[in-house]
Each structure stands twice: as structure tokens, then as C-alpha cells.
């Protein structure tokens, strides 16, 4: 098995018109921050990189990584992900801005020991109204089910979007883990509405590949709500399956209101 090497790239808002205006300048500096946020979905891309590059299609087939998000980037911030042996099987993850300061934090290991019940995780009609996000309609339960069909093109179009260059995406059409955790963030985003919101962890295992073309379908189910800081909170379980087939289980954090600047 390979060793990790740094990967270096050009962090990007990508989507500046996304409904969740965090990702837009204006509405991020009145929380007190410099700028839009990249989103945690393509940071967690990043520091997917050194982890497919060193273990390839097998990491993604059975390997867990868990990310969190401590303090902003901004767009176009040079990041570095980096992974480092710890004498045991798990790997630690981190994303330094150019500044030196570490932005994100986490763990991997090749093969996950997560434990993971996908019976819980069944199909679920959307509520035709969406209501506000609040402890009452985030309560533990499950989630209004999401689809998404995925072709080459789109595939393509993400991976150009991260600047992501890896031979098993476009060569083997190997759809980005990104993507799938993309799916997760939809998750809320069609299930209540939402002002500006923070995604701030995730704690993945991979349990097959996903490849284009395939339907991505995601489940969830509600674990908790909680304040912390003055902002309000919903963690949830997510289930991503590419044409039925599970592929990506998802521990799912964020801030659904958001009050006050977050690290």
C-alpha cells in the first residue's frame, strides 16, 4: 500500500450562486467572516485526493474518512491536504491554508470499522411544503428521500469544478466521493428551508464504488439536534446508493442557523 503525498490545489467556491448564501461575499461578512466560504463538501474533496491517489479504487470500495471543518477558506487560498501515519491504521488529515494554519482536520484508514446499519434507511416521500428549519422539523425521524441521475458529462463537469486530475474518474468513471457527499448536503437542502447554514463534519464510509451513469439516491434519518455557540445544530445519518447499490454511509453535521461566527 502506497504512502500519502501532499496535494496542493487552488481551493474554489464553486457554485457563487448557490441558494445557501454563506457561499455568497456579502452575507458571509455579516457574520463575521471575509468572505463567501468554500463549501466543506470540496474541502472534504480535496482531502480525498492523497487518500485515492496512494490506496485507489479499494479506499473508495471500503475505507472510512471522517473530516471536520474548523475555520473558514476563502476562494482562490492555496490549501495543502496532507496525510500522516500514526502507527496504527488510521491516518491523519489535515488541510493548512497558505497562511500555515490548519482549516480542517480529520482521519482515514484503508479499510473502515465503522459499523453500519442500512436497514434503517428506507425510501421516504418530500413534504410537498418545506418548513422552516427548527428543532420541531428536524426532529428525529427520517428524511424526505432525493434523487439525482449522474451521466459522464455531469461526472466530468464536477471533477473539472475541483480541478480533480486523478486517472480513476475519468478513466474508469468513478463518480468523486464530493459528489456523493453533495448528495448528503441535499439532503437538508430539500427537506427544510434554510438561510445561510454551515456544514461542519462528516464521518463517511465507503461501501462500493459509484459510476456514471447511475441514479444517486440519498436517505436520511434525523439523529439530533443541539446548540452550541449560540447556533443551532442537526446531525443526521445519510444513506447514497448509485442505482440501489449503497455506496457511501454518512455521520452528517451542521449548522442550520447560524448566529455568530463558528470555528
Known amino acids: 500500500m502506497s504512502t500519502p503525498v ?15 448564501k454563506i457561499h455568497d461575499d456579502a452575507v458571509a ?23 485515492v491517489e496512494a490506496w485507489g479504487s479499494e479506499f473508495l470500495s471500503g475505507g472510512g474518512i471522517d473530516v471536520r471543518f474548523r475555520q473558514p477558506v476563502y476562494d482562490g487560498e492555496e490549501v495543502v491536504a496532507s496525510a500522516r501515519a500514526t502507527g496504527g491504521p488510521a491516518y491523519e488529515l489535515a488541510l493548512t491554508g497558505p497562511d500555515g494554519v490548519v482549516r480542517s482536520v480529520g482521519s482515514a484508514t484503508p479499510v473502515s470499522a465503522r459499523e453500519v446499519s442500512l436497514d434503517e434507511f428506507v425510501e421516504t416521500p ?45 478513466e474508469d468513471a468513478v463518480i468523486h466521493p464530493g459528489a456523493l457527499l453533495r448528495m448528503v448536503n441535499a439532503l437538508l437542502v430539500r427537506n427544510v428551508s434554510l438561510g445561510p447554514w454551515i456544514h461542519t463534519a462528516s464521518a463517511c464510509a465507503f461501501l462500493g464504488l459509484a459510476t456514471a ?36 454511509y454518512v455521520d452528517h453535521t451542521a449548522i442550520y442557523a447560524v448566529r455568530g461566527r463558528s470555528g
Open 126 to 170: 418530500l413534504r410537498e411544503t418545506l418548513p422552516p428549519a427548527s428543532a420541531d422539523s428536524l426532529r428525529p425521524g427520517p428524511l424526505g428521500s432525493i434523487s439525482e441521475a449522474v451521466d459522464s458529462t455531469v461526472a466530468q463537469r464536477y471533477l473539472d469544478d475541483i480541478s480533480e486530475k486523478l486517472p480513476l474518474y475519468a
Open 6 to 20: 501532499d496535494y496542493t490545489v487552488i481551493a474554489r467556491n464553486i457554485d457563487p450562486s448557490s441558494d445557501n
Open 213 to 248: 451513469p447511475s441514479t444517486l439516491r440519498a436517505h436520511g434519518i434525523v439523529r439530533e439536534t443541539f446548540e452550541r455557540n449560540g447556533n443551532d445544530y442537526v446531525r443526521y445519518g445519510a444513506l447514497v446508493t448509485s442505482d440501489d447499490r449503497p455506496v457511501m
Open 29 to 51: 461578512q455579516q457574520f463575521g467572516f471575509s468572505g463567501a466560504l468554500v463549501p466543506g463538501v470540496e474541502l472534504f474533496a480535496y482531502l480525498t485526493h492523497p487518500l
